[in-house]
């Protein structure tokens, strides 16, 4: 009878609230930057681990950089108490959710967690269908910042219904949260997540190799460069405050440094949001160095948040183009072949007109100072052709400056 009358009361909070839900806006005004536990040690999470991740993003720099989201994946959950409150495992999380918060918030972090929109997460774990309010609430008491919410165990859900509910139970409880949809991309969700998410996956999950499908029983997992394709036509329904998110990064993990440059430069140029995987303990000196480049990482989180774009390919070499504030570009050469490519860029005869935001690069009315963002150096002006050798999936990222 008593979890009878919390349901009619939750119901009818939501029925209530829902005329004045939105979600929270101006909270990511720039894609979210932070670290996720998955893609390192999936279900094997607990304090220690999260504390260890937290206190190695302050030491190493990265929140220096701008990282700031601190998130736990699928997996942490325990069982619902008597009254249907989600309680975290109490092996793994002893001291509660709240003393965790409270551990990453000192160190000037923002706490996340994630959740699943069925019945189940996709590890099987208590997810969050029929209590979006009690936990938005718990959420709320813990002091959850971001929320990951997942699509699995989905029978019978719409999305954008089940996606909306808990947008206006996070919106309920009162406490500002980044709301990150993960439906894959199977019902679009740029096209209808503008005004409920923050952030919405494209496409299924990522795993760490340059160009590959990784095959499972009923899905798969998709290299960098697979993805990259599966999304080509969709930058216009990403900005500020609502972005396209190709997934988190493998940075760090078993690709080689060329290719993990790639991989960083080009979700940089795709205004992704920069989430790391890796094992932030032992990093090496050349993976700080690019999850931290601030060149890189300011082409991302440039404020006209304008997705970049393939601007052509041929033979296996790419340009990727993105316009930033203040009339300025970045331009990207990746070599997607498997030996060293040379090329010669003449800007004189490559006038760039941006199909979505109509910005303009066009060298013969302009001259824009030309800087090598991964060497760190200047390399002229656009009143020269450029040349470069690119290694083997490598990339070449130049920052253009109206002079």
Not at 386 to 403: E, R, S
Request: hydrophobic share 40%; charged share 20%.
């Amino acid at each position: 009878m008593k979890r009878c009358f919390l349901l009619m009361v939750a119901v009818l909070i939501l029925l209530t609230g829902s005329l004045y839900a939105q979600k929270f806006e101006g909270l990511a005004l720039t894609p979210p930057m932070g670290w996720n536990s998955w893609n390192t040690f999936g279900s094997n999470v607990n304090e220690a681990l999260i504390r260890e991740m937290a206190d190695a993003m302050v030491s190493s720099g990265m929140m220096d950089a701008g990282y700031k989201y601190i998130v736990i994946d699928d997996c942490w959950q325990g069982l619902r108490d008597t009254l249907g409150n989600i309680r975290p495992d109490p092996l793994r999380f002893p001291s509660g959710m709240k003393a965790l918060a409270d551990y990453i918030h000192i160190r000037g972090l923002k706490f996340g967690i994630y959740s699943c929109a069925g019945d189940k997460t996709c590890g099987g774990y208590p997810g969050s269908r029929g209590y979006e309010l009690q936990d938005a609430r718990t959420y709320a008491q813990w002091g959850v910042d971001y929320l990951k919410y997942d699509w699995c165990n989905n029978t019978g859900l719409n999305s954008v219904t089940a996606y909306t509910t808990m947008r206006d139970a996070l919106f309920a409880a009162s406490r500002p949260v980044v709301f990150s949809i993960c439906e894959w991309g199977d019902t679009k969700a740029w096209e209808w997540g503008k005004n409920i998410g923050h952030l919405w996956r494209t496409t299924g999950d990522i795993t760490d190799c340059f160009d590959c499908e990784l095959k499972h029983e009923t899905w798969s997992s998709w290299g960098i460069m697979k993805i990259v394709e599966m999304r080509k036509d969709i930058r216009q329904y990403a900005g500020p405050d609502h972005w396209n998110d190709p997934d988190m990064l493998e940075v760090g993990k078993s690709m080689s440094l060329n290719e993990d440059r790639s991989h960083f430069s080009l979700w940089c140029m795709m205004a992704a949001p920069l989430i790391a995987g890796n094992d932030l303990r032992n990093m090496k000196k050349e993976t700080v160095e690019i999850l931290t480049n601030p060149e890189l990482i300011a082409i991302d989180q440039d404020p006209l948040g304008i997705q970049g774009y393939r601007y052509n390919a041929k033979e296996g070499i790419e340009v990727w183009v993105k316009p930033l504030e203040k009339g300025n570009w970045a331009i990207c050469f990746l070599n997607r072949t498997t030996i060293p490519q040379e090329i010669d860029f003449d800007w004189s005869k490559n006038n760039i007109t941006d199909p979505v935001s109509k910005w303009m690069l066009d060298a013969s009315e302009a001259v824009y100072t030309v800087r090598n963002l991964w060497a760190k150096f200047d390399v002229g002006t656009t009143n020269n052709i450029f040349h470069a050798v690119i290694p083997v999936h490598d990339v070449v990222v130049l920052g253009l400056t109206k002079k």
